[in-house]
């Protein structure tokens, strides 16, 4: 009876069409796999694409943060330096009647504010004791110096270049710095706190004027105040 059955089914044409139908439907079935493949390549693609963009913005959030940390700090150095030339301009400012009276030299520098005072008005030859008439000079510096509170100050002694012959000093190192040691003990005396001065004696070393003429040996024998900011 089954093979009959089969046969009228064949003949029929009925077990012909079920296999065509099991045979297409096995065909699509890659289709349905290359679909999810490529679904799955795209998500994957997406995800790349999201984080590409997350460091990318990353990148560029620091960057900003970098640029805008490099402009606070070179304003806040703008106006340290506007501050710092406006202080140094106030001091020469109020140094302004000695310098005009050619007591004192006073110019900025890099470190600050550099006060000279030639040696003759202050020292006699060879020796390291102020002269009285050196005190008036010195006593107007250190009223304006003590008002800078909180700035260091830096005395420095300077020869000239011709051996010293007298049995108080050895060289002219040793002159240079009493010179410079007789200043900052004035200055202590007029109220400029200890902790912001230092002594230094240069000898010969740093000149104002090359030369050995007498004029260059002058202007080389002098001491200095830097005020530094």
Not at 22 to 46: C, G, K, N, P, Q
Not at 56 to 65: G, I, M, N, P, Y
Not at 130 to 150: F, I, K, M, N, T
């Amino acid at each position: 009876m089954s093979i009959l059955a089969d046969s009228k089914r064949l003949a029929s044409g009925e077990i012909g069409h079920e296999h065509d139908d099991h045979a297409e439907e096995h065909s699509e079935r890659w289709l349905i796999s290359y679909a999810d493949l490529i679904t799955t390549l795209m998500v994957f693609f997406l995800a790349l694409y999201v984080i590409e963009l997350a460091k990318d913005r990353d990148l560029q959030t620091k960057k900003f943060e970098a640029q805008a940390a490099t402009a606070r700090a070179q304003s806040a150095a703008s106006q340290a330096d506007n501050v710092r030339r406006a202080a140094q301009a106030a001091l020469i400012a109020q140094l302004a009647p000695l310098s005009d009276a050619h007591a004192i030299t006073v110019s900025p520098s890099s470190q600050g504010v550099e006060i000279a005072i030639n040696a003759k008005v202050l020292f006699a030859s060879g020796d390291a004791r102020l002269l009285p008439e050196s005190l008036d000079v010195l006593s107007r510096v250190a009223q304006v110096l003590a008002g800078r509170s909180g700035k260091n100050i830096l005395v420095e002694g300077h020869s000239d270049s011709v051996p010293i012959s007298n049995g108080k000093y050895e060289s002219n190192w040793e002159l240079s710095a009493a010179r410079a040691g007789a200043v900052v003990r004035f200055f202590v005396d007029k109220g400029i706190e200890p902790h912001r001065l230092a002594a230094v004696g240069r000898a010969d070393n740093v000149p104002l004027v090359l030369g050995d003429d007498a004029q260059a040996r002058a202007a080389n024998r002098r001491v200095t105040i830097l005020v530094q900011y």
